[in-house]
Nanobody, 121 residues
Framework: QVQVVESGGGLVQPGGSLRLSCAASGRIFSISTMGWYRQSPGKQRELVASFTRAGNTNYADSVKGRFTISRDNAKNTMYLQMNSLQPEDTAVYYC???????????????WGQGTQVTVSS
């Protein structure tokens, strides 16, 4: 099995910064892509930022220029640096890893339990 664990959430004032971390562990053969998603009360889960299979990055328009995604492939770890946070960034942030546990298996989506980010004065 593969475990995905996020950390780094918390309460921050508008204009502040937070850095989220995501670590994938367990029986991992390979991870194809990783990404950050978020969900606010009453809203659908949305993509925040992700890596493509080629290693390129995608960002939601609402976070471009403020958030930066990075990854340490050797450690199966991913980060999300969030700057200039605004109240509308308040949400539970989830880490997603698309990977497989054997060379012949299919890629499966693995999700973390989420970490709360609250932006408020």
């Amino acid at each position: 099995q593969v475990q995905v664990v996020e950390s780094g959430g918390g309460l921050v004032q508008p204009g502040g910064s937070l850095r989220l971390s995501c670590a994938a562990s367990g029986r991992i053969f390979s991870i194809s892509t990783m990404g950050w998603y978020r969900q606010s009360p009453g809203k659908q889960r949305e993509l925040v930022a992700s890596f493509t299979r080629a290693g390129n990055t995608n960002y939601a328009d609402s976070v471009k220029g403020r958030f930066t995604i990075s990854r340490d492939n050797a450690k199966n770890t991913m980060y999300l640096q969030m700057n200039s946070l605004q109240p509308e960034d308040t949400a539970v942030y989830y880490c997603n890893a698309l990977g497989r546990t054997t060379w012949y298996g299919a890629d499966i989506d693995y999700w973390g339990q989420g970490t709360q980010v609250t932006v408020s004065s």
